[in-house]
């Protein structure tokens, strides 16, 4: 008796308190959006393809193509505009930082000479430029592609653009993460540079002289340092565009629906950003 | 549920279901055009039809009589379109021999096994070189349609024929699904179940690529015009021009130009869509729906008159009734406004997810039934439930 009471009251408690139901909706949600970057990823590679191809169809398909491909460029103006100068600022700022907090230690150890511009440069090529580059247009950029698509959802634009025979895919996405798959890795070099950029302001003022800092970059930095940064670059724009495209095209909800798929754009991106970051860096340059 | 008040001869093996009919709606007691409820008589055709489901008894379909008799084309389509005139009792006679013949599922009289002949006359693949016969005067065919969302059955059991040229108004209460139905037709929503059958082609199973063809024979004239916002008037209008088709921009030009003069929007092309009004949105919004090269055969509506004042909903209601003179275009308007209403060759009203009635205006207006009649008429009370709006504040 006292057995069976216990067990009810065991039962109520976990009624009151359910663990099992925000555990299961989050596994669904993730589901649901791994589900969906895949579509839309094979539905963009098949979009591509059929771009190219259909060329030789005929003046139809060329005119199109061509559109296609300058509204390519726009997209990459607007992702260069949007990230450019907060980019170099921030990837500046952290070569900066990154000299600032080890020019002491180094000195400590009389290694700053040899060592504090390849240590900039190494974070730099391999963790700063990319990462920062890609939050940076996550912020800038990202959030106002999945702005744009999710306002033309929910005021139907997207089915507009169906209705008139013309692949929004096509249309609208595949512009997007081709100019920010390229764009991203374009801004991530113009950073590298920067961020060593940057360190070398403060090595200077420990009168670090330049050809020492570059001799350093050169003794401590390898090729496949500066690629795989490219690499992540690479990565990150094809991810964040993708996500960016998926949160807007999924909106619902007028306004505020708007509001909510572009925070949890931003959101999504960030996180993807720094786990493709762990996998990559572990992947690339494996101890 | 509606049905004319006839009685239900049976077919006459070998006869020709448009005959049957026609012999159906000569015999009718009630004034012709008159509809009363089903009541309890049973028929073939009623709700309680067996498997078939529920395939709504009603006039057959009105033809067109807008189109102009100076109809330019020599092919067979617009002649034949040409010579359609409204239905009467004396035409049953010489409509005998025409080959066109009104939609199975609205027939009366008709067996299941001539009803499933012609159905399966119907989904027989279209090779381009058939002769012309009654699927060619059908624009849209819907049968047996079942579209629901998540686990609410949004419309069920829907069966529509719109002949070609006509204008099909429909309505209904808000969030009964008339939307919905449009964009179904318009391929924008795949159904659950049925067929929608557009200019011969079953578009309910058709591939996206496949069906990106199909939508560019059709136009969409959205509830709040959808214009692109970033895109200037010339540019949003020129857009289908400028994906589809290779014509210089010159050409193009003089297209935007003849369509925004249609319109009445001259001289509009370099404005955004936010320096426009509502209604001339909407005119912006219809202009591109029929820029194309070849023009567009269907031309669907939603709502194209909400929120927009009664000037400008008689002006948008001439321009839809000039579009589909001019164009020969079938129509499908979704709309509340009585004016849009009267206007149609032919009226449905969706109720509970199905065809509550199909008929012409005037045969709805006088009818009958309570729940065409509340929504017409606009009485709060009625079997329409539209929740405790008599609670006290």
Redesign the interface.
């Known amino acids: 008796m006292s057995t069976a009471a216990g067990y009810i009251t065991r039962q109520k408690r976990f009624r009151g308190v359910p663990v099992l139901t925000p555990i299961g909706r989050l596994v669904t949600a993730l589901l649901v959006f791994i589900g969906g970057m895949v579509e839309l990823f094979l539905a963009t590679v098949s979009g591509i393809f059929h771009s190219i191809v259909d060329i030789r169809l005929g003046a139809v398909e060329r005119r199109v193509a061509l559109m296609d491909f300058l509204e390519v460029v726009r997209q990459m103006q607007v992702v260069s505009w949007g990230a450019f100068w907060i980019a170099i600022i921030t990837v500046s700022s952290s070569g900066m930082v990154i000299a600032m907090e080890t020019v002491q230690q180094l000195k400590n150890f009389g290694m700053a000479q040899a060592f504090l511009g390849g240590g900039v440069a190494y974070a730099t090529f391999r963790e700063m430029a990319p990462v920062l580059t890609a939050v940076v247009a996550t912020a800038s950029v990202a959030s106002s592609m999945t702005a744009q698509i999710a306002s033309m959802k929910v005021t139907e634009q997207i089915d507009a653009i169906r209705a008139m025979g013309v692949d929004p895919i096509r249309y609208l996405v595949i512009p997007r993460v081709v100019a920010m798959t390229i764009m991203i890795p374009v801004l991530a070099v113009v950073a590298d540079y920067c961020g060593v950029a940057g360190g070398f302001v403060i090595a200077s003022s420990h009168q670090i002289a330049i050809s020492t800092y570059t001799n350093s970059i050169y003794q401590v930095v390898a090729l496949q340092d500066f690629t795989g940064g490219i690499i992540k670059a690479f990565v990150f724009g094809i991810f964040i565009s993708l996500t960016a495209c998926l949160r807007g095209m999924r909106s619902s909800g007028g306004a505020a629906g708007v509001g909510k798929a572009t925070i949890s754009s931003v959101v999504t991106c960030i996180i993807l950003i720094y786990l493709f970051d762990t996998i990559l860096t572990a992947a690339l340059w494996p101890s | 549920m509606f049905k004319a008040n006839s009685n239900n001869e049976p077919a006459a093996s070998g006869s020709r279901p448009g005959a049957r009919s026609r012999d159906a709606a000569r015999s009718r007691d009630a004034a012709p055009g008159v509809l009363e409820p089903a009541g309890d008589q049973p028929s073939e055709t009623g709700r309680d039809a067996g498997p078939a489901g529920a395939k709504p008894a009603a006039p057959k379909t009105h033809k067109a009589n807008g189109a102009s008799e100076n109809g330019s084309s020599a092919d067979q389509s617009s002649k034949k379109a040409d010579e359609r005139k409204p239905p009467s009792p004396e035409d049953g006679a010489k409509d005998k021999d025409k080959d066109a013949v009104p939609s199975p599922a609205r027939i009366e009289g008709l067996t299941t096994k001539d009803r499933e002949a012609l159905d399966k006359k119907l989904d027989q693949p279209d090779d381009g070189n058939a002769p012309l016969d009654e699927r060619d005067l059908r624009m849209v065919i819907i049968r047996n349609l079942l579209f629901r969302r998540g686990e609410r059955v949004i419309l069920r059991d829907i069966n529509l024929d719109v002949s070609l040229g006509t204008l099909l108004a429909v309505m209904g209460m808000s969030g009964c699904g008339k939307s919905t139905l449009l964009?179904l037709i318009?391929?924008?929503e795949k159904p659950n179940q049925g067929q929608i059958i557009i200019a011969g082609h079953n578009i309910a199973e058709m591939p996206?690529?496949e069906l990106?063809?199909?939508?560019?024979n059709?136009?969409?004239v959205?509830?709040?015009a959808?214009?692109?916002?970033y895109m200037n008037v010339y540019e949003n209008v020129a857009?289908?021009l400028?994906?589809?088709?290779?014509l210089p921009e010159k050409e193009i030009k003089k297209i935007v130009a003849d369509k925004l003069a249609l319109v009445g929007l001259e001289g509009t092309e370099t404005l955004l869509p936010a320096e426009l009004s509502g209604g001339m949105q909407k005119r912006v919004g219809l202009a591109?729906a029929i820029a194309a090269e070849p023009p567009p055969t269907i031309l669907?509506y939603d709502e194209p008159t909400a929120g927009l004042d009664p000037i400008m909903t008689a002006v948008i209601n001439d321009l839809i009734l000039r579009v589909r003179d001019e164009l020969k275009v079938t129509s499908i308007v979704v709309t509340h406004d009585m004016g849009s209403l009267m206007m149609a060759d032919q009226v449905a009203m969706i109720h509970n997810g199905i065809i509550e009635a199909l008929g012409s205006p005037g045969e709805l207006l006088a009818t009958s039934n309570p729940v065409v009649e509340q929504f017409i008429h606009g009485h709060a009370e009625g079997p329409i439930d539209v929740g405790n709006v008599s609670a006290e504040l």
Request: charge should be positive; aromatic fraction near 14%.
């Open positions: 964009k318009g391929g924008l996206e690529r990106d063809r199909q939508r560019q059709m136009g969409f959205f509830q709040g959808a214009l692109f916002d857009f289908g400028r994906r589809h088709t290779a591109r669907l």
